[in-house]
């Protein structure tokens, strides 16, 4: 029996018909999945009619795979969906040098989701909240009517939380969360549809008048947690010695810890490989997003999402955690074909389990970035792919994409007018004028 791994040596170098063909062996596809000409499932513009409103056509970005994943002891392809030169690149390549150190370690909190209902004209603000924490057992056996299914797979209502807000541009108000386990689901529906369903009784307890009924996406109770180990020696480069290519990588997360500014970029570096995964699985990307900002700012201050310190023998440690309200179930999941495709590539059948791989995923990326910046400078790798999307972008085709791009790089010069003229110039050499 073959041992299947997410360790390919020299991938990028194999033409997209060839990567297909590994992807489909690794994720072991059979022939319900396989297409003619070994092409990727589309979304067809009927299906695209039926997902949103006033369509007219697809938009499409570039579908990637990163390699060299080990996640709780098992190997992973990891699909992404993004437009961003390098990403994927530096991705696999930080994967690399986790899969070194043994791999990525996760765990994840239980699905739970938060729904908000706003209470105001309430006459006794801190009677009304003592009586809806008493009623607690009637809310949470109303919202358990709602959605039989999910409360059958083990979810459904789980708690009432209620929060006095003595003072806001309208006056007082009271802020009841319903605790809400959404199983597989990324919950938007079914927790929106139990608030909703409770605002009678609310307003009877509270005598009060119910506002928003609506979920909250700083999803802070469905944290997924991703560390892993990278080898000093895995950080020499280019005759650095190792120790201090970890000191550097260190003091590149100690300016995020202390600069908001920074953060901010860290953290944006972070959602370029758990946004690629989300995008690729048709996650809500944007409520994954807001949370995971949100989270990073609890404290009052916008931090990083990651931690990197020195272990006693002198390795790299990294570990993030951040809410992950990712499903498997429902949405673009399951009505986009591509998204289904991206599933079974990673294996995954439960929404922790994709939540602990995206967690992986952005803690890779975040090394990544940390390591281009400190070590080689982030132009270095980026430049090149930069600077085809330029040549593409001045109408290079075929060969004359890596022709001007090279051209601009050797100029050291990678800009639109600059990669026009190269272009002009090869194809009077080539007379394709």
């Known amino acids: 029996m073959d041992i299947k791994t997410s360790r390919i040596p020299g991938f990028y170098k194999l033409s997209v018909y060839e990567r297909r063909r590994l ?11 396989s297409q003619p000409n070994n092409e990727m499932p589309a979304l067809e513009l009927e299906q695209a009619e039926r997902m949103i409103e006033n369509v007219i056509g697809t938009y499409c970005l570039p579908f990637a795979i990163a390699t060299n994943f ?17 990403v994927v690149a530096g991705l696999s390549y930080a994967a690399r040098l ?33 009586r809806l924490l008493g009623a607690k057992s009637e809310l949470l056996e109303q919202a358990n009517t709602i959605d039989p299914v999910l409360v059958r797979l083990g979810g459904g209502a ?3 939380a209620v929060h006095l807000i003595p003072a806001s541009p309208i006056g007082p108000m009271l802020v009841l969360h319903l605790i809400y386990d959404v199983r597989d689901a990324m919950g938007a529906n079914a927790v929106n549809t139990a608030v909703e369903s409770l605002t009678a009784t609310v307003e009877r307890l509270s005598g009060g008048r119910v506002g928003l009924r609506i979920i909250s996406n700083l999803a802070d109770r469905r944290l997924a947690r991703a560390w892993g180990r990278v080898p000093k020696e895995s950080l020499a480069l280019e005759g650095l010695p190792a120790e201090e290519g970890v000191q550097r990588v260190l003091e590149a997360h100690a300016f995020a810890e202390v600069d ?3 953060a901010t970029t860290h953290n944006k570096g972070i959602m370029n490989g758990i946004d690629a995964v989300a995008l690729a699985t048709g996650n809500d990307w944007r409520a994954i997003e807001a949370g995971a900002h949100a989270y990073a700012a609890r404290s009052g201050v916008y931090k990083p999402l990651t931690t990197w310190e020195r272990s006693a023998e002198g390795d790299l440690i990294g570990s993030i955690e951040l809410p992950l309200a990712a499903g498997t179930v429902g949405g673009a999941t399951k009505s986009h074909p591509q998204a289904r495709y991206a599933l079974q ?25 940390l390591r281009a910046l400190a070590m080689e400078g982030i132009q270095r790798g980026h430049m090149r792919l930069h600077a ?25 010069t990678v800009r639109s007018d600059a990669a026009e003229t190269i272009l002009k110039a090869l194809r009077v050499q080539t007379g394709s004028v």
């Not at 992807?23 to 999945?33: Q, T």
């Not at 080990?70 to 390098?86: H, K």
């Not at 899969?99 to 105001?120: N, V």
């Not at 060969?399 to 050291?412: F, G, K, Y």
């Open 158 to 160: 789980r708690d009432i």
């Open 345 to 369: 590539i990673l294996g995954v059948e439960h929404a922790r389990e994709l939540a602990e791989i995206m967690a992986s995923v952005g803690l890779a990326q975040n090394l990544a970035a």
């Open 260 to 262: 908001p500014y920074r």
């Open 388 to 412: 085809r999307q330029v040549a593409m972008a001045a109408g290079a085709e075929g060969e004359l994409v890596d022709l001007v791009a090279d051209r601009m790089i050797q100029a050291q």
């Open 23 to 33: 992807v489909a062996e690794f994720a072991s596809l059979g022939s319900a999945e």
């Open 70 to 86: 080990t996640i709780n002891g098992q190997d992973r392809l990891v699909p992404m969906v993004i437009e961003e030169p390098s």
């Open 98 to 130: 986790v899969r070194d150190g043994g791999g990525f370690q996760t765990t994840s909190d239980e699905p739970l989701m938060i729904g908000q209902m706003q209470i105001l004209d309430v006459p006794n603000p801190a009677a009304a909240r003592l």
